[in-house]
């Protein structure tokens, strides 16, 4: 018997690669990986669980007629939510390898999140619009329990964070979820955010020009120099999703980015070392030298020589 849900992300996944006829679904279907029986693909089978895999993820697959009868995905204008459906695929590509990981060595992967057992108690949280009690403990602050209305979560650099408004409290808060001591689903409650955050705490608001979890600061364009060979590094994988290339020559590309100041931004420019230079502004620029000045500082004394952000 087909598994469904496997199948749905198959068909979605498969036919991102390029479209294909029906024929060559079915053909393809019985050598896939998630076809762990090597089940048949009938017809009827594959238009009912087509209209599964759209509702699922939110596309239309059209058979078009005028173009060899190719099945093709078709993303309804504005959609919005691409990485998390690009972040699904992903997951499924790995859990199809799931088998052969565990029976070989070829393959070498990072430790997943951590506490993300958590995620299931957070999700029904802010699906249900409860608020939690969280008992928690940052890396910069004293233990300490806080009423959170959950908003969203998010994934970044492999920890995950829920996101939300200190009930009483007027402000926003991004909790590590590895960081949560307790965590107790207040069911007798109901969320409501107030009027002031009310409108920011959606993700493509809230996270609006940001390099990673950090809020603060208005955005500003800075335009940084990367040397060769890792100004093509940096077109492939760009610093933020703003980024645009400005200049290029021989041995170096000029960026541009459009974002928040934030400390995290600051140590992902550092984290290319030697092999990239802030240009401008000159308040940035001056703000990097100072801590290069402050790292070399501590390397030479072995002494705390930290700039407080």
């Known amino acids: ?23 060559e679904i ?9 076809n762990e029986d090597g089940d048949p693909l009938a017809e009827r089978t594959f238009n009912r669980y087509r ?7 939110y596309v239309d697959i059209k058979c078009d007629k005028r173009d060899g009868n190719l099945y093709k995905i078709i993303r309804p204008e504005g959609f919005r939510n691409d990485d998390l459906q690009q972040w699904l695929l992903s997951a499924f590509r790995v859990s199809s390898l799931a088998e052969r990981v565990n029976q070989r060595e070829e393959v070498m992967i990072e430790p997943a999140p951590p506490a993300a057992s958590l995620l299931q108690d957070i999700m029904n949280a802010i699906d249900r619009k409860h608020p939690l009690r969280i008992l928690y403990k940052s890396h910069y602050q004293e233990e300490k329990e806080i009423v959170l209305l959950p908003a969203f979560v998010r994934l970044f650099r492999q920890r995950w964070y829920v996101i939300g408004e200190v009930r009483d409290k007027e402000y926003t808060m991004t909790c590590a979820l590895e960081r949560m001591k307790e965590v107790e689903l207040l069911e007798e409650e109901k969320v409501k955010f107030s009027p002031k955050f009310r409108n920011i705490l959606k993700p493509e608001v809230y996270f609006e020009h940001c390099f990673g979890i950090i809020r603060q600061f208005e955005p500003i364009r800075i335009c940084f120099r990367a040397f060769w060979p890792q100004d093509a590094y940096l077109k492939d994988v760009p610093v933020h999703s703003s980024q645009i290339e400005v200049n290029h020559m021989e041995d170096y590309t000029d960026f541009e980015i459009f974002v928040r100041p934030t400390y995290d931004l600051k140590q992902e420019l550092l984290w290319h070392r030697d092999k990239l230079a802030v240009l ?5 620029r001056q703000d990097m030298i100072q801590v290069l000045h402050a790292t070399l500082s501590g390397y030479e004394t072995g002494e705390n020589h930290a700039i407080d952000e």
Request: net charge positive.
């Open 1 to 23: 018997m087909i598994f469904k849900y496997k199948f749905c992300l198959w068909l979605i996944d498969t036919l991102s690669i390029q479209p294909l006829t029906l024929s």
């Open 26 to 34: 079915q053909k393809k279907w019985l050598n896939a990986s998630a």
């Open 51 to 57: 209209r599964e895999a759209e509702s699922l993820m």
């Open 280 to 284: 401008a502004p000159e308040s940035f």
